[in-house]
């Protein structure tokens, strides 16, 4: 495993406050390893993308940052708590070191100005020395870094195809040059080819340029073709992590199976569908115990009573938060 390069720990993070306060992601802890392409499955409601706006700190009210430490490795100096950052400093984290590409983010460029205009912003933004044929050079390069011919620089949103737009969009993540790129559902609103295209771009360019990748999807079996690792979030926690082909091969949570068992895999053998009965628990009343043993197929005598706590099953690589499997927790 390479050096950490994000480190979340104990992260909490409400909507609301007091006795009315919805507990939204509870005592997360997770790291990011430099180059590494980490995936976040589970389903809505399970606090993912309240992870992801989270450590950002781009929640909007009424989400409250209720406890944690967000701790970032730059590549020259001290680890520093993304949390404790002030606007100023917390600005240039957001572009110059961890860029995010959100849900629908394709609908998010500006209809009424072309493609170099949105991308020199950007760049003008953040890097007001530079000049604006500088700018428009980067610009050019950044569009054929994802695969998008250059004479596409004149043309307007509407004048591109949805995949061709997403790619746009993360060739802004890309401009300039972050350390950590957050991908929250950025293919969802695409077929099924054309994502995985984009994210077997992306994957490319990850090995070129050594960025890392947390990647949010509901889509587990995108994660296993292209994560190095997984971590699967059930009612705000993170219930198992583990290597992506591991967690493949043999999930250890009953929600991580019944995640794998809800989608068709582009490859290998056919196998029958089954789903996950019953919905996400409403987190305004989390269920008591485990927070998934009512629609557990396995759930015995502790699961309605006692929190599984998250801990390691043996082998060092792997998580798990389950009564069926015994862990060591640090
Ligand atoms: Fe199922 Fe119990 Fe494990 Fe929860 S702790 S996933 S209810 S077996």
Request: include cysteine; hydrophobic fraction near 40%; proline fraction near 8%.
């Amino acid at each position: 495993m390479t050096d950490p390069v994000l480190e979340i720990k104990g992260l909490d993070v409400d909507y609301g406050v007091g006795d009315e306060a919805v507990r939204a992601v509870r005592d997360v802890h997770l790291t990011l390893h430099r180059g590494e392409v980490l995936g976040l499955a589970g389903e809505s409601g399970s606090g993912k993308s309240t992870l992801a706006y989270g450590l950002t700190r781009l929640l909007a009210p009424p989400g409250v940052i209720r406890g944690g430490e967000v701790i970032y490795h730059p590549a020259d100096g001290e680890p520093y708590d993304v949390l404790r950052l002030t606007d100023r400093q917390l600005r240039d984290f957001r572009w110059a070191e961890t860029s995010i590409v959100f849900q629908g983010a394709m609908n998010s460029l500006n209809p009424v100005h072309k493609v170099v205009t949105q991308l020199v912003d950007v760049i003008k933004a953040h890097e007001p020395g530079t000049s604006r044929p500088g700018r428009v050079a980067r610009a050019r390069d950044l569009l054929r870094l994802v695969g998008i011919s250059a004479d596409r620089l004149e043309a307007c949103p509407h004048q591109l195809s949805g995949g061709m737009r997403q790619r746009v969009m993360i060739a802004m993540a890309l401009a300039l040059e972050p350390r950590i790129v957050i991908m929250d559902e950025p293919t969802t609103a695409l077929d099924v080819v054309m994502q995985r295209q984009i994210l077997g771009q992306l994957v490319e360019l990850r090995e070129r340029l050594g960025f890392s990748v947390l990647f949010i999807t509901h889509d587990l079996s995108l994660l296993v073709e292209f994560s190095d690792r997984i971590a699967i979030m059930y009612g705000g926690r993170i219930v198992e992590q583990a290597p992506a082909a591991d967690l493949y091969r043999d999930a250890l949570h009953p929600y991580s199976h019944g995640l794998l068992n809800s989608f068709p895999a582009l490859r290998g053998p056919r196998r029958e569908l089954s789903g996950i009965p019953g919905s996400p628990p409403d987190t305004r009343g989390m269920p008591s115990g485990c927070a998934f043993h009512p629609r557990c197929p396995k759930a015995f005598e502790p699961c309605p009573d006692r929190v599984p706590l998250l801990g390691t099953p043996g082998d060092p690589a792997r998580e798990v938060a389950c009564w069926l499997h015994p862990v060591a927790t640090s």
